[in-house]
């Protein structure tokens, strides 16, 4: 079955700098991937997408990006401001099955 | 905006006792899943369902869970008889599309089994 392996398990940036996270998926028949935030107490909020067709995805200060081939796909959040603080999920979703594989999730910390 | 909503928001429960988790989907989403967290791992699918049936499960979703829609509404996960291990978050996704994707959770249940 599907495995997500996401990196780094915690990440601390200044604010205002940028924050990368990086996941690698291993069944090639994947083809959508989510990213979750998750804040405390609360359920993973969908904040972006990308579909297997598309190699990169923006949304104002946040873009994913996606390698098939290297079955790569990464988070990128510019400016960074305190309320970016959460824990982010990767996932990936294979065409065949309705049920999202996550990642271990990564605490990504804004230092003032 | 519409909202997954869940309730309780926190259940405690001993060993051995059933327990219903609720969900209320947002209004024109059909399809519905069951995830779970334990404490400071991954989300782990549990359950899909969709026309009243189970769709898809996972390993993890054995004989003593059950999913149904009993109001045309609510959307519960019961467990029958709960263990230890069973002690996590459960959080409840919707989705307006059958295809997986654009799944919109709820802020979960946290069930502590003593």
């Known amino acids: 079955g599907e495995n997500v392996e996401q990196h780094p398990s915690t990440l601390s940036v200044q604010e205002g700098d940028s924050a990368v996270i990086k996941c690698t998926y291993s069944d090639s028949a994947s083809n959508y991937f989510p990213w979750y935030k998750q804040e405390l107490g609360k359920g993973p909020q969908l904040i972006i997408d990308?579909?297997?067709?598309?190699g990169e995805k923006k949304d104002q200060r946040i873009a994913v990006t996606l390698n098939k081939t290297a079955k790569h796909f990464s988070l990128h959040i510019t400016e960074t401001q305190p309320e970016d603080s959460a824990v982010y999920f990767c996932a990936a979703l294979m065409n065949r099955d309705d049920k999202i594989i996550f990642g271990k999730g990564t605490r990504l910390h804004i230092l003032p | 905006e519409p909202e997954v909503t869940q309730t309780p928001s926190h259940q405690v429960t001993q060993m051995g006792q059933e327990v219903i988790l609720r969900c209320v989907p947002i209004s024109n989403h059909l399809y519905f899943y069951w995830y779970r967290q334990i404490l400071g791992q991954k989300v782990e699918f549990l359950v899909s369902?969709?026309?009243?049936?189970?769709?898809?499960k996972s390993e993890i979703f054995d004989d003593q869970f059950s999913v149904e829609r009993p109001d045309g509404s609510n959307f519960t996960l019961k467990i029958r008889s709960t263990k230890l291990e069973d002690s996590a978050m459960y959080f409840c996704?919707?989705?307006?599309?059958?295809?997986?994707?654009?799944?919109?959770f709820g802020p979960g249940t946290r069930l502590t089994v003593t």
């Open positions: 996704a919707t989705s307006p599309t059958g295809t997986g994707r654009e799944q919109y």
């Open positions: 369902f969709y026309n009243n049936e189970i769709s898809e």
């Open positions: 990308i579909r297997s067709n598309v």
